[in-house]
């Protein structure tokens, strides 16, 4: 089925437009952009009528993909709409009538939906899946079941409850659009599902080109306006670098990859192999990017330097290198985070006897201190009572789209459990009667 398009009307292109552009790809909308330079307003055409300078909460309310919010008291609160959250919403929703909010900072999907390639292994999908699309029925799902959505609004603070058997715990997010009117929701159950952050460039020179030559996702719209004239510059040597270097190869781009170590020293060997075979892509390794400047001409945005003292004039640079968390705020909520894994990122959020990860290391855990706990542990729990994490953000998660979402309904059933054992916090939250099955 061809896809609704929308249309942008612009005087010039900026990050805003880009921006929007984005978050509208990521909605599964074909975007048009019109530069015409006699507007003096940025007019979004979703549907018939033009919004004028609209906010991307206000174009998300236009599209109609979730529903708008209702209430400022809900059973369950998911932060985070990608895979793992989407997947906890709408098991909350169609298993465990949970009135449930999913507050997203950006566009629904998540990261999952600017993963640039088709998904072979997933269950059912026997002709594989494009990441994006799975992540939009995921999202119509979510609206079928009757999931609330507050989108383009960041979590920023958050003060759990410390009681399990009276949890009501407040989030606050602010929408970078609307910066002084943030929203307050309270929650008997939260959900972090927050993934990784993309790891930015640290060279300063990088800096000024972000979204506008430099770029740290490849989603398959950046590959349709790309010929056979272009040079793209890819920085990384995981997965996703390898594929989106195939990806822009199949366009007929020339494709250089900067590699700091090898071609196979982190890359699957399945990826590797096609890169080996590909004339289009030249392989640099053990070589980073030292200095970006801007260039002119056809098919040229800016020249790269290297560490190896190569220059490479290109049409656009995507940097695939790495992920983080960003949990400093859910840290100072004290929520446990592991920082001293020697193998993953600092700062993700500790689950199940995770919550004890230093002093099971240093071997100096009791388990009399903490038989309560202990009595309570669930997989996908942190140590607070009611607030759980599933997805990449969770110290253990493998980090993959099926696993996330698997996550994401293992942690309904968490709560599902959290609730048979503290059926009260239902009814004195939301203001209605729990379902039955948990007063049973
Ligand atoms: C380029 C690339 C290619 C990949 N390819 C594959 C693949 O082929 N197969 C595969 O299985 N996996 C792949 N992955 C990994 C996969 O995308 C992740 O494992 C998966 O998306 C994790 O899902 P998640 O729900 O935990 O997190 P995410 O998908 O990252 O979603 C988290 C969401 O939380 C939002 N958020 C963060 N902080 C806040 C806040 N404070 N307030 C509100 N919202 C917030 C973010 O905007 C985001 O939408 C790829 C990843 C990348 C980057």
Redesign the pocket.
């Known amino acids: 089925m061809p896809k609704p398009t929308a249309t942008i009307t612009v005087n010039a292109k900026d990050k805003k437009v880009e921006r929007i552009k984005r978050f509208l790809e990521l909605s599964d909308y074909e975007v048009k952009v019109i530069v015409d330079p006699k507007a003096t307003d940025t007019l979004v055409t979703v549907g018939t009528t033009p919004l004028k300078n609209p906010t991307l909460a206000q174009i998300a309310a236009a599209l109609d993909l979730l529903l708008p919010r209702k209430r400022s008291a809900y059973d369950l609160v998911v ?9 906890a919403a709408i098991n909350a929703r169609s298993l465990y009538d949970l009135t449930t909010l999913v ?17 072979d ?2 269950l059912g999908f026997d002709e594989g899946i494009a ?1 994006e699309d799975l ?1 939009h029925r995921a999202v119509l799902q979510a609206k079928k079941f009757g999931a609330e959505w507050l989108p383009s ?4 603070a958050f003060k759990p409850s410390d009681d399990p058997k009276t949890t009501k715990h407040e989030i606050t ?1 602010t929408n970078p659009d609307d910066p002084n009117a943030p929203v307050s929701v309270t929650a008997s159950l939260v959900l972090l ?6 790891r930015k460039l640290t060279q300063p020179t990088a800096a000024a080109f972000e979204d506008e030559g430099v770029y740290y ?2 989603l398959p719209a950046d590959a349709e306006g790309v010929t056979a004239k272009d040079t793209i510059l890819v920085i990384g040597g995981g ?3 390898g ?2 270097a195939l990806m822009f190869s199949a366009k007929g781009a020339k494709v250089v990859m900067l590699i700091r170590k090898t071609l196979t020293t982190d890359m699957l060997k399945v990826i590797s192999d096609q890169i080996t075979a590909d004339k289009n892509i030249t392989v640099v390794e053990g070589t980073e990017a030292k200095e970006f400047k801007a260039a002119t001409g056809p098919n040229a945005k800016l020249t790269v330097t290297t560490t190896k003292s190569a220059s490479y004039t290109v049409a656009a640079v995507y940097a ?1 290198i790495s ?1 983080d968390p ?1 949990t400093k ?1 859910i840290e100072d909520a004290g929520i446990t985070v592991v920082r001293k894994d020697p193998a993953d990122p600092a700062g993700l959020v500790a689950t199940g006897l995770d919550i004890f990860y230093d002093d099971i290391r240093n071997g100096t855990f009791d388990s009399k201190k903490h038989a309560n706990e202990l009595k309570h542990l669930t997989d996908m729990g942190t140590n607070k009572p009611g607030v759980f994490a ?5 110290f253990r ?9 698997g ?2 309904t293992e942690a309904a059933l968490s709560m599902h459990n959290f609730l048979k054992a503290n059926p009260k916090v239902l009814d004195a939250e939301v203001g209605r009667a729990a379902p039955a099955y948990y007063l049973a």
């Open positions: 932060i985070g709409g990608g895979p793992a959250g989407l997947a507050i997203e900072q950006y566009a629904p999907g998540g990261t999952a939906a600017t993963a640039v390639n088709q998904i292994n997933y990441a992540c609004y960041s979590v920023s997010a599902a927050t993934g990784l952050v993309p996702y490849a997965d996703s670098a594929r989106a695939l992920a960003r705020w599933a997805g990449d953000v969770r998660a493998e980090r993959r789209i099926a696993t996330a979402a996550e994401g």
